[in-house]
């Protein structure tokens, strides 16, 4: 007979506390949650047979005292629609915001859970951070001609700004 293993719990990762100026558009991310069941390949991949599907949900559980409706629309996450990991809310009143994400594997009876707070302040208060670029690659030569690809999916920004990427060779060695 066949032995499974029982599932392990999915381990909720909502990200680290931040603080971004009023009016800014924020980046909610759970990309770095965890389901052990589905390490090696993409769980989001409908190829793959044998997996956990995680369900992400995002939710606001606390804001500042006062909020008017259309505020509180604003700060309430709108989930990703091609990928729910990520969920988007703008902040424009000052003070602390509190985001629970929950990932459900559908097997396990309680969803992983973790909270990120969003402390809004001033614009002036804030001094702009540099992203970090993060490229991985091939580790090895390779031959003129092959394609190789280039990964930029893990580079961030400290102060959660969205990222844009531009990609450029500098010279013929890749230097």
């Known amino acids: 007979p066949l032995f499974a293993p029982p599932n392990p719990p999915v381990i909720a990762d909502a990200g680290g506390d931040r603080t971004v100026g009023a009016g800014s558009l924020v980046l909610l991310d759970g990309s770095q949650s965890f389901d052990a069941r589905n390490v090696g390949f993409n769980p989001l991949d409908p190829d793959v047979f044998d997996k956990d599907t995680l369900v992400f949900t995002w939710e606001l559980v606390a804001q500042p005292a006062g909020l008017t409706a259309d505020e509180l629309a ?102």
């Open 74 to 175: 604003a700060a309430t996450p709108v989930q990703d629609t091609e990928d729910p990991r990520f969920a988007i809310v703008t902040l424009t009143v000052l003070g602390n915001y509190a985001y629970r994400l929950l990932v459900s594997d559908r097997v396990n009876p309680l969803p992983g859970a973790d909270t990120v707070i969003i402390t809004v302040v001033d614009p002036s208060e804030l001094v702009n951070q540099a992203p970090q670029a993060i490229i991985v690659g091939p580790t090895e030569k390779v031959a003129v001609g092959e394609t190789i690809t280039l990964d930029g999916t893990n580079s961030s920004d400290p102060d959660g700004d969205l990222l844009a990427y531009l990609w450029r060779q500098t010279d013929a060695v890749g230097g």
